[in-house]
């Protein structure tokens, strides 16, 4: 008994063996998945394109939102002066309203002031010489501080502007804003559903995926069953496949998603330029691209797994 | 070695493969188990290696009682067993050498370690030179012998083989069979299933006759040989 007993190597050597069996599975399920290039471009291109879709739209929302925070720095209360204030009590307004903590800056624009912007901008300019005095009142243009980026919090001051016996009326333009931002919320909230549902999809596509090749390794996960290959063992190879799955749909998202952008940047700066807006669409960016290889890996995991845990332990050697 | 105390197996479907089956293999013996094809023999080597359990009774194998042996350790119990196969149940994808290489691979044994042994089993069995050929280019013969080579290059203390000649030429399956010689007498526990009683009665080792289930002393082929271990 003693010649035939089998002989332990040491932990080291059984710790090297176990990496080196993890990086051999790394890389031969990556030679597997290559050998069979059709089929493997089929798969990791549905989930590409289930991946790309919440990723693009989810890009699409950033966007806008970074428009609409561009706006937001536009944000203001303009404060209508009553007609016959001069400039200096206009001045005098002005400077205790900056003294408050809720107002970040005050511009005055006096009635002349306003009338030669007007001029400018209208294109009125020979009509506006008839006219034998100027009919436009002093502005305070009031801007909030830098931190404020709701409409909503404007409301109590533009209250107690109106308030005041030289302010005419007091205009807070801000209600087409409020919309875009609910439009805004009820998209990002689309999003989600529609990143949870394509989400369940790419778990099913792998899921299904990985329950075909093992029907197609029957025969090697018996022999393995047979001479002693723990279920660990002969679960990762399966694991390691979908995971590229996973990494191969994730970068095939990122390139459809560069490409789209790509396709819209053109007109965008266009529609920009018309606008004299220097803004262009940000991409995914480093983070959002690892976002996207490392959401589609675990997801394909995910999916291995549920595959691995319903039909390995259906094939038994006999 | 291997230790049968009053083992049924009844599959189900009511069909009784072995009956209160008793019997003792003593560590480095060499045993054949023959029978009518459908007598048990197949079902025998299963509870051996847990490819099955049993209804009744007990099975120690190596000093363990197999009913306590739990799903998770069943890889652990086949690793100290070497099984051959009649149809040899190679990966016809992977070369000789990746084939003998895999019990060794399954056990995490390292890079050179596994090497050298695969190389050392595969000398054994007379197929160094074809390490690198794929199964499907060999004869019968020598698919066998890498089955072999498989089944012996984790050193196992027990061997077991179900019909290992079952394909093979009288010629070819004496070669086996001495095969199977060689390492029982360095210590492994050898039991063969076989209904070649001719080749058995010719190597004059211990005999287990399995009859519809039941173990039968009736001798080989009523020719008044006996062969008691």
Do not use: C
Request: proline letters at 4%.
């Amino acid at each position: 008994m003693a010649k035939a007993s089998m002989s332990g190597p040491t932990v080291f050597g059984r710790l090297g063996a176990w990496a080196a069996h993890h990086g051999h599975s790394l890389l031969s399920t990556l030679g597997r998945l290559s050998r069979a290039p059709v089929a493997t471009a089929m798969t990791v291109g549905v989930l590409g394109i289930a991946l790309a879709l919440p990723a693009a739209l989810h890009l699409v929302v950033d966007n806008m939102r970074a428009l609409s925070n561009s706006w937001e720095s536009a944000l203001h209360i303009s404060v209508f002066l009553k007609p016959g204030v001069r400039v200096p009590e206009a001045e005098a307004l002005a400077t205790t309203l900056r003294a408050r903590d809720d107002v970040g800056s005050v511009r005055v624009i006096g009635p002349d002031e306003a009338l030669a912007e007007f001029r400018e901008q209208s294109g009125f300019g020979a009509a506006l010489d008839t006219l034998r005095e100027n009919p436009l009142p002093a502005v305070l243009v009031v801007a909030p501080p830098a931190g404020i980026t709701s409409p909503g919090a404007l409301e109590p001051l533009r209250g107690e502007i109106e308030r005041h016996a030289a302010v005419d009326f007091v205009q807070l333009d801000t209600q087409w804003l409020q919309r875009l931002f609910a439009i805004l919320a009820i998209a990002q909230r689309g999003i989600i559903v529609v990143a949870v549902l394509l989400g369940i999809a790419v778990v099913v596509t792998v899921g299904n995926t990985i329950r075909l090749d093992i029907q197609n390794r029957r025969q090697e996960i018996e022999v393995t069953k047979l001479i002693g290959g723990s279920d660990a063992f002969i679960r990762r190879p399966f694991l390691y496949t979908g995971f590229w799955y996973g990494v191969g749909g994730g970068l095939t998202a990122a390139i459809l998603v560069a490409f789209a952008l790509f396709a819209v940047e053109g007109p965008v700066a266009r529609l920009a330029g018309l606008y004299g807006s220097g803004f262009t669409l940000s991409g995914l960016g480093m983070g959002g691209f690892g976002a996207l290889v490392g959401t589609g890996a675990l997801l394909a995991w995910a999916g291995s797994w549920v595959a691995v845990g319903r039909h390995l332990d259906e094939i038994e050697p006999t | 070695m291997i230790q049968f105390d009053r083992v049924s197996k009844r599959y189900p479907g009511g069909y009784e493969a072995l009956s209160d089956v008793s019997f003792l293999i003593e560590a480095g013996e060499m045993v054949f188990l023959t029978g009518h094809s459908g007598a048990g023999k197949s079902t025998l080597m299963k509870l051996v290696a847990l490819l099955e359990r049993t209804s009744r009774g007990q099975v120690i194998v190596d000093g363990r009682n197999l009913a306590g042996v739990k799903r998770s350790g069943i890889p652990q119990h086949r690793r100290k067993i070497g099984i051959i196969f009649q149809d040899h149940k190679l990966l016809h994808d992977r070369t000789v050498f990746d084939n003998v290489a895999l019990p060794l691979v399954v056990a995490g044994i390292g890079h050179s370690e596994a090497r050298r042994r695969v190389r050392a089993a595969l000398d054994k069995v007379g197929l160094l030179d074809k390490e690198r050929l794929f199964p499907v280019v060999l004869s019968g013969g020598e698919q066998q012998r890498v089955g072999i080579a498989r089944a012996v290059v984790n050193k196992p203390p027990l061997l077991i083989a179900d019909e290992p000649t079952g394909n093979l030429d009288p010629a070819l399956s004496v070669e086996i069979m001495k095969l199977f010689g060689l390492f029982n007498q360095v210590g492994v526990t050898v039991l063969i299933a076989s209904h070649d009683h001719r080749l058995i009665r010719r190597l004059g080792k211990r005999h287990l006759m399995l009859d519809h289930g039941r173990l039968s002393d009736r001798p080989l082929h009523g020719d008044g040989e006996t062969f008691d271990g």
